[in-house]
């Protein structure tokens, strides 16, 4: 059974940073490229950011090119979202896919960690 637990989120100022992860098990997470999507109050899910199973290629959407960096961690089955001068407009929940760029949206995913940028 694929499971994603994802963690870090969290009230933060505009300008701050927050630290996602999300640990992965019931798949052979080495060989799986991976993407955070998020889900802003009232809209659908967006995708922010894929990583290749070895973690060399990323992707970003515009909306969080520069401001973030997605890694993972293969040995302890974890991938990581980091986030910086985040924007009020960053609040949603977000979630890690299993999958790459193609399909996140519909991927399975965890629950989500719920990051609130707000002064």
């Known amino acids: 059974e694929v499971q994603l637990v994802e963690s870090g989120g969290g009230l933060v100022q505009p300008g701050g940073s927050l630290r996602l992860s999300c640990v992965a098990s019931?798949?052979?997470?080495?060989?799986?490229?991976m993407s955070w999507v998020r889900q802003a109050p009232g809209k659908g899910l967006e995708w922010v950011s894929s990583?290749?199973?070895?973690?060399?290629?990323?992707l970003y959407a515009d909306s969080m090119k520069g401001r973030s960096s997605i890694s993972r961690d293969n040995a302890k089955n974890t991938v990581y979202l980091q986030m910086n001068s985040l924007k009020t407009e960053d609040t949603a929940v977000y979630f890690c896919?299993?999958?790459?760029?193609?399909?996140?949206?519909?991927?399975?995913r965890g629950q989500g960690t719920q990051v609130t940028v707000s002064s």
């Open positions: 896919a299993k999958s790459g760029r193609k399909g996140a949206e519909a991927a399975s």
């Open positions: 019931g798949f052979n997470f080495r060989l799986t490229a």
């Open positions: 990583i290749g199973s070895d973690g060399r290629s990323t």
